[in-house]
Nanobody
């Protein structure tokens, strides 16, 4: 069993920055690949970034590349999502997710498909508005 707890959401003006945190606990063998996703009202949940925890390999979707950065503090079992130059279109509930990925298939951590992730946090709201 894996527990994921997100924090750091809030309201910010366009052009601002936020850093989200997700602290993981439980079975470490089931959270080799950690990811950030978001879901805006009326839209499907979409992937943003993932990280393979053993080597901190990072992968980004087009929605996140250039403005968002995923990082890991292994000592704290915490994954972060640094978001810069936020836009109103970034308004959404942001979720942390985890899945197991074996070493031989570590490249699959680059797949940001929602259905691949079995473990999810409760989400944190991010609102970008002037």
């Amino acid at each position: 069993q894996v527990q994921l707890v997100e924090s750091g959401g809030g309201s910010v003006q366009p052009g601002g920055s936020l850093t989200l945190s997700c602290t993981a606990s439980g079975d470490a063998s089931r959270r080799d690949c950690l990811g950030w996703f978001r879901q805006a009202p009326g839209k499907e949940r979409e992937g943003l970034a993932t990280i393979y925890t053993d080597y901190s390999n990072t992968y980004y979707t087009d929605s996140a590349a250039g403005r968002f950065t995923i990082s890991l503090d292994s000592a704290k079992n915490t994954v972060y999502l640094q978001m810069n130059d936020l836009k109103p279109g970034d308004t959404a509930v942001y979720y942390c997710a985890a899945r197991r990925v074996t070493y031989s298939r570590r490249s699959s951590c680059s797949e940001h498909k929602v259905e691949l992730f079995a473990m999810w946090g409760q989400g944190t709201q991010v609102t970008v508005s002037s």
